[in-house]
């Protein structure tokens, strides 16, 4: 029976209507998206537009609220990773997912290996077809070695020669380049051409701007888990993606604020990092707060961790007040008066497991405790009244942190810093993650602080945030400072610009 014909602009896949929504959170809203065979489609958004999740529905990981996937025009589903893989669906990660103490040929064959005649793995063939494989993208890599002897260029290449093991249709590249040389990008786009010319439909993920028009022959634009617009790279400008990438008006949920700052809190100078990022040079006053803006591998929270002590700068150092220090530990940073609330609350925040009460008291035993033992009432009495200030949601102080919203999580891990009576609190991405009467009762208490002397430095990859928040907001790209921009200065435009690295940093602060 002769295999039905399909019309040459019918996608090889495409979603329709596809919602996703978590507790607390609606990640997709009803979006679209069409993948053609022989082109490039850019898939372009800020951070928490809804990107991820998209690929993580193509591939199986997450299954739709709502919504339809088609492939070559029939209706099917992805309800296993294994099903995406069958489909000819594979995704290449900036985090490649291989596994560093298997070789070259057994991450390339990993679950689908050629076997022999008596069902075990054919090592011969195995090592003969990865050859094949690799030279059929260009990479000179002995299949025999192990996956931990490469680096991260060679690895984005056996990730693509798996995908091209299991004769993948669609290719999900999602921040390739990240963290890439010059001459290793070049490479990565000659391949993406070999790609292309072999009629593999790609999806293209990046903030890069200048990539985004080399390669890419359509686009899709995701903001807030809904679909702006999509079309041919050729009918649009760089600056209609931008203006549709960050083209909402600052949320009135942001607090009028005073702007009268103080003396310098916190001067860094020089601090640079071996990998992460070079030259940082700031200072920081009293009553202000410090706005960082930065895309994918900006090196922002980098930084911070750097500043707060979880790992050592390569060169530069700090004036905290009249005292200049190397900050080489968190017990030096917090000695100085310097806290950190960091982007992943769950893992590096909270202590799940352990009572509400306890975690904010966690850093203050000597105020709770007498002659080594902890005093339960002034434990109750610190964490009561923290919390209080930042209207914590929850049942009692006894409740375990883990059974909060990711609301309350946030709220628990600021009141924690701020029973230590800092100087400086940084807060990385303070209101990632959780719904919107949280997100106005952090940015309440991010002014009052700031009102009250406290230095503030938040790290936001929402704009309206940076707007709506900063005083001044820093700009990093690649682990250095590309733009400043005063209050008056900031546009969603010029920050995207800037982080894109398209070099627009008109009305940059001196």
Known sequence: MQAPSIPPETPVLRLSGIAKSFPGVRALSGVSLELHAGEVTALVGENGAGKSTMVKILTGIYQPDSGTIAVDGVETRFPTASAAAEAGVTAIHQETVLFDELTVAENIFLGHAPRTRFGLIDRAAMLREARALLARIGAELDPAIRLRDLGIANKHLVAIARALSIDARVVIMDEPTAALSYKEIEELYDLVARLKAEGKAILFISHKFDEIFRIADRWTVFRDGELVGAGHMRDVTEGQLVQMMVGRPVDQIFPKRQHSLGAPVLTVAGYSHATEFEDINFTLHRGEILGFYGLVGAGRSEFMQALFGITRPSKGACRVGDRVVVIRSTAEAIAQGIVYVPEDRGRQGAVKGLPIYQNVTLPSLRRTSRHGFLRLAQEFALAREYTERLDLRAASLDQDVGLLSGGNQQ????????????????????????????????????????????????????????????????????????????????????????AAGLADTTGAAA
């Open 411 to 498: 709220k628990v891990v600021i009141a924690k810093w701020l029973a230590m009576k800092p100087r400086v609190i940084i807060l990385d991405e303070p209101t990632k993650g959780i719904d919107i009467g949280s997100k106005a009762a952090v940015h309440e208490f991010m002014a009052e602080l700031a009102a009250q002397g406290l230095a503030v430095i938040m790290v936001s990859s929402e704009i309206p945030e940076v707007l709506g928040m900063s005083d001044r907001v820093i700009v990093m790209r690649e682990g250095r400072m590309v733009a400043e921009f005063a209050k008056d200065r900031m546009t969603p435009e010029r920050l995207v610009r800037a």
